[in-house]
Nanobody, 122 residues
Framework: QVQLVESGGGLVQPGGSLRLSCAAS????????MAWYRQAPGKQRELVAD???????NYADSVKGRFTISRENAKNTVYLQMNSLKTEDTAVYYC????????????????WGQGTQVTVSS
């Protein structure tokens, strides 16, 4: 089985910073794109940022210049550095990864983490 485990969420004041981590484990052959999504109460889940296996990144307009996605391929881990946080960034943040498992069926699948709460409030 493949598992994604997130960490790093919490409560922070407006203008503050947090760093989220997401580690993939299990029978993994390779990982393609990795991404962070978020879902605020009463809203649909939205893409925050994604990163390819070669390091090419993409960001939602609402977080450009404030958030940075990165990954450590040797650790099967993706990070989201969040700076200048705003109250509207409050949401549950989910990690997503396109993973080819090392056991049957060998086709790539998208896996989700359990989510980590980020609350921005004074």
């Amino acid at each position: 089985q493949v598992q994604l485990v997130e960490s790093g969420g919490g409560l922070v004041q407006p203008g503050g910073s947090l760093r989220l981590s997401c580690a993939a484990s299990g029978s993994i052959f390779s990982i393609n794109a990795m991404a962070w999504y978020r879902q605020a109460p009463g809203k649909q889940r939205e893409l925050v940022a994604d990163i390819t296996s070669s390091g090419r990144t993409n960001y939602a307009d609402s977080v450009k210049g404030r958030f940075t996605i990165s990954r450590e391929n040797a650790k099967n881990t993706v990070y989201l550095q969040m700076n200048s946080l705003k109250t509207e960034d409050t949401a549950v943040y989910y990690c997503n990864a396109d993973i080819r498992p090392a056991i049957p069926p060998f086709s790539s699948l998208h896996y989700w983490g359990q989510g980590t709460q980020v609350t921005v409030s004074s």
